[in-house]
């Protein structure tokens, strides 16, 4: 498949009201006050997040931050998407130069890509493709759409991930593959956040059960290794 085939199967974000700049400008602040909201979550928390400080770390007035984004949630939901962008164009990386053979394939190199984002990009230990292992904070109403307005973030991560790897399955039925990946990464997420709470770098005994768990649970659902 290629990237452009890839690029188009995956659904648009239509997640809660913010606006996507136009101008080089515009998309320099948006992309300082993202940048700004993941350093200090890896300093306070999400917990402790607040727009003031995202501004003022960012070097922009308030009002600049309330014009891209409606308010907490909406700056949270941002990053997450660009995480989840950044993401799924490392996977996509990975497929191209490696061609892995099969679901098994897929498998470790998305967990691989998860890893190596969770250790180095800021922000991410906190809210990756939405709240990571921490409670939800005052001013986020709804902390399972952050990515869709309509589907909860595994099941948009799922569809996201199904349009890169389709070639590498054979269900018969898209809907049982879209389910299948979306138990695989609840499944992957509760052991991955283990990991990671045991060891800040992520305890490897865990990142090879977490692989091992989701190759033989895809496996047994579609029939492949």
Known sequence: MSADTRSHQAPERTGPG???PVQQRSQERYGRILDACAGLLDEVGAGALTTKEVA??????IGTLYQFFAGKEDLL??????NLDLYLGRVEQRLLAESPAGPAGFTDLAVEEFVVMKRTVPGFGQVD???ADAPVPAGVRDDQHLLDAELDNNTAVALRLQALGAELFTAADPAALTLGLRVALEAADAVL???????PEGDPALIAECKQLIRCYLAAQFGQH
């Open 77 to 82: 939901a941002a990053l997450a998407g660009r």
């Open 18 to 20: 913010r606006r996507r």
């Open 56 to 61: 003022h770390r960012a070097h922009v007035p």
């Open 193 to 199: 956040k283990l990991a990671f709470r045991s060891d």
């Open 129 to 131: 493709f939405g709240l």
